[in-house]
T-cell receptor
Framework: SQTIHQWPATLVQPVGSPLSLECTVE??????LYWYRQAAGRGLQLLFYSIGIDQISSEVPQNLSASRPQDRQFILSSKKLLLSDSGFYLC?????????????FGSGTQLSVL | GIQVEQSPPDLILQEGANSTLRCNFSDSVNNLQWFHQNPWGQLINLFYIPSGTKQNGRLSATTVATERYSLLYISSSQTTDSGVYFCAVDRYSGGGADGLTFGKGTHLIIQP
C-alpha cells in the first residue's frame, strides 16, 4: 500500500534562517506531488505542484521554493524565513493522469517563525 | 479562479445527531473531494465524488454537478467525527492538473 511520510512534525525557526521540509511517498511511482499551506487552522493554499522529477510549478509568488530531486521525494525550502511563513505545511500526492485522482496528505509540519 | 463556499462555517451537535454539510462551487468541475481534518491536523480523504452519490458507513455524499453543489451527510454522529470538513474541487480531471481548490471548511463539534 502507498504511504506518505513528512517530517519534521514541528519546527521552530528564527526569522532569517533557512528551511528544508521533506516529503517522500512509498508504494507508488510517478506520483503527482503537492505542497499546501494552512494558516490559522482553516483553508488550504496550494504552494507548489510537480508532475515529475525537476518539474515544479508555483501557484503563489513567495519566499519559498520546491524541488523534486527523485521521483518520490518533494522538498520545500527557503533561504531566509519571514514571520509570515509561519503555518501548517502539508505534502500531498495523487497517482496522476488516467488513474485514481484521490488526494492523500502527509501528517503535516507545524512551522513557527519567531 | 473557481470559488468554493462551504456552509455552515461552524456546527455544534450532540452525539447521535445527523448533519448535512454543503459545498457550492462557481464553475463546472470534474473533480470534487471531501476531507476530514481531525483535531491533530491529519487530513483524511473521505470521498472522491465529482458526480452522483457514494456511501461509506455513516457518511454519504452527493454531488449535483449541473447545479454546482455537493452535500456531505453524517448520520448518528460520534465525538470522533469532530474536526473540520473540507470540500475541494478542480475543473480538470485525470491528475497532473494544478491542484484542488479548497473551501474554508465546516468546523464540526460533536458533544457527548
Amino acid at each position: 500500500s502507498q504511504t506518505i511520510h513528512q517530517w519534521p512534525a514541528t519546527l521552530v525557526q528564527p526569522v532569517g534562517s533557512p528551511l528544508s521540509l521533506e516529503c517522500t511517498v512509498e508504494g507508488t511511482s510517478n506520483p503527482n506531488l503537492y505542497w499546501y499551506r494552512q494558516a490559522a487552522g482553516r483553508g488550504l493554499q496550494l504552494l507548489f505542484y510537480s508532475i515529475g522529477i525537476d518539474q515544479i510549478s508555483s501557484e503563489v509568488p513567495q519566499n519559498l521554493s520546491a524541488s523534486r530531486p527523485q521521483d518520490r521525494q518533494f522538498i520545500l525550502s527557503s533561504k531566509k524565513l519571514l514571520l509570515s511563513d509561519s503555518g501548517f505545511y502539508l505534502c500531498a500526492w495523487t497517482q496522476g493522469k488516467g488513474t485514481t485522482e484521490k488526494l492523500f496528505f502527509g501528517s503535516g509540519t507545524q512551522l513557527s517563525v519567531l | 479562479g473557481i470559488q468554493v463556499e462551504q456552509s455552515p462555517p461552524d456546527l455544534i451537535l450532540q452525539e447521535g445527531a445527523n448533519s448535512t454539510l454543503r459545498c457550492n462551487f462557481s464553475d463546472s468541475v470534474n473533480n470534487l473531494q471531501w476531507f476530514h481534518q481531525n483535531p491533530w491536523g491529519q487530513l483524511i480523504n473521505l470521498f472522491y465524488i465529482p458526480s452522483g452519490t457514494k456511501q461509506n458507513g455513516r457518511l454519504s455524499a452527493t454531488t449535483v454537478a449541473t447545479e454546482r453543489y455537493s452535500l456531505l451527510y453524517i448520520s448518528s454522529s460520534q465525538t470522533t467525527d469532530s474536526g473540520v470538513y473540507f470540500c475541494a474541487v478542480d475543473r480538470y480531471s485525470g491528475g497532473g492538473a494544478d491542484g484542488l481548490t479548497f473551501g474554508k471548511g465546516t468546523h464540526l463539534i460533536i458533544q457527548p
